[in-house]
Nanobody, 126 residues
């Protein structure tokens, strides 16, 4: 079972990136999934989550700028990031919580997620 992120990079403030997370070894179509990010010396911060039915949650700081989505046929999770800011600079991780299909109120708690990717770095310069 693996999750592999891609799509990170370096952009200027105001730019956009699209992160992808491809799953293998497990069908993640009916599973709560999320994106987290981590800055050095800090814990992981939940950024967005998506339920089996496609409903989503976001932290306030990315609401209106980031969009989480999924392609169940491709077993892939996405994070479209627009209007990027320097404070969005971090390592971004995708996470899954099999077999649960509903993320619920604890969606931003990293402890609930059992499957993690290795991350992709996003750097936003001013």
């Amino acid at each position: 079972v693996t999750l592999v992120e891609s799509g990170g990079g370096s952009v200027q403030a105001g730019g956009s990136l699209r992160l992808s997370c491809v799953g293998s070894g497990y069908n993640y179509a009916n599973v709560c999934m999320a994106w987290f990010r981590q800055v050095l010396d800090k814990g992981r911060e939940g950024v967005a989550s998506i339920n089996m039915d496609g409903s989503t949650r976001y932290i306030d700081s990315v609401e209106g700028r980031f969009t989480i989505s999924r392609d169940n046929a491709q077993n892939t999770l996405y994070l479209q990031m627009n209007s990027l800011k320097p404070e969005d600079t971090a390592m971004y991780y995708c996470a899954a919580d099999p077999p649960y299909y509903w993320c619920g109120g604890s969606w931003a708690s990293e402890e609930r997620y059992g499957d993690w990717g290795l991350g992709t770095q996003v750097t936003v310069s001013s």
